[in-house]
Structures are given as structure tokens and as C-alpha cells.
């Protein structure tokens, strides 16, 4: 429990890129998030070099009709793509489980990540199908969603729970 109540969304980063053993802890809990009936449909593909990144900046910048960076600068980028809707029904749900472990893999070992959306837009397009082929990544995927993945240069915001989130019936 206090992993999960510590984690928070981390919006400014550490310029250092985080070790490569890091990465892989963080990777590896991706693989063991639960998924509708065990298929394994995600694909995780973690992005530190900086051409594509600048790439992966732009294209959501231009989704959200923005000029910032979207991944708030960090070091790495997680993108989780999953089979097409039409393909399988759960692909939303998989893919946000294997969002989900990832965050509080990485906030255990003080990995900070924030959770980035408009992947399923910029992966639909024909700039987002070629980066996909250059992922060596199958046909018939949609973008998730990603994670931005750094060291913290700053906290977290807290934000107190609301009342009567649950229900026991």
C-alpha cells in the first residue's frame, strides 16, 4: 500500500537517462500485468533515442494542439500497443494494466513516470503505422497509451481522496 500511495504523476525530469537495469525491471513487470485471458496481447517498446523521440514529441503535440512537449522531457518513453479493438475486445483494458504495473514497478525503485495519452491518434496515422513497421511490431495494432519514465526533479502532487469512492453492498 504505500507504494501505491506514493506514486504520483511526475511532470519534470532528471536530464540523466536511468540505468539500463532499471529500464529492464520496469519492462519485465510490464510482462507480468494481468490480461484478458492470459494472452499476453500487448507490446511494449521503450524509446531513448532521440531522433525518435523528438518524433514521438511532435506527432502528439500536433494531437493535443499544443506546442509543449507532451512527455514533459523525459528521458524515456514507454509506449504500450495492443491489437485493434475489432481484433480483440479487451485491448484498452490489457494495455492499461500494463501501463498501470509499469508506474508502480518504476515507483518502487524511484523511477518517476506520468501516465501520457493520444497514442491510439498518432499511431493511426500513416507517420505512427511507419514508426510502428520500424518497431518491427505485427499489423493490426493501435496505440494505448505511454508512459513518461525519468528521475523525478520534482514531487508529485498530492491530492487528498474524495469521499464515498467506494461502495461494499
Request: one cysteine or more.
Amino acid at each position: 500500500m504505500k507504494n501505491i500511495k506514493s506514486r504520483r504523476s511526475i511532470r519534470r525530469y532528471e536530464p540523466r537517462q536511468i540505468l539500463t537495469e532499471e529500464l529492464r525491471i520496469i519492462l519485465e513487470a510490464g510482462t507480468y500485468a494481468p490480461s484478458g485471458m492470459g494472452k499476453q496481447s500487448c507490446f511494449i517498446v521503450a524509446v531513448q533515442d532521440e531522433a525518435i523521440k523528438s518524433q514521438l514529441v511532435r506527432m502528439n503535440a500536433k494531437v493535443q494542439g499544443v506546442k509543449s512537449n507532451p512527455y514533459y522531457d523525459a528521458p524515456t518513453i514507454v509506449l504500450v500497443f495492443a491489437p485493434k479493438i475489432e481484433i480483440w475486445k479487451n485491448s484498452i483494458q490489457d494495455g492499461s494494466l500494463v501501463l498501470g504495473t509499469m508506474m508502480l514497478a518504476a515507483n518502487s525503485i524511484g523511477i518517476g513516470t506520468c501516465w501520457i495519452n493520444r497514442e491510439i491518434e498518432m499511431f493511426s496515422s500513416d507517420e505512427g503505422k511507419a514508426l510502428m513497421a520500424r518497431f518491427s511490431l505485427p499489423d493490426g495494432l493501435m496505440g494505448v497509451g505511454a508512459l513518461s519514465l525519468g528521475y523525478p526533479a520534482t514531487e508529485g502532487k498530492v491530492v487528498p481522496r474524495k469521499e464515498n469512492y467506494y461502495r461494499v453492498v
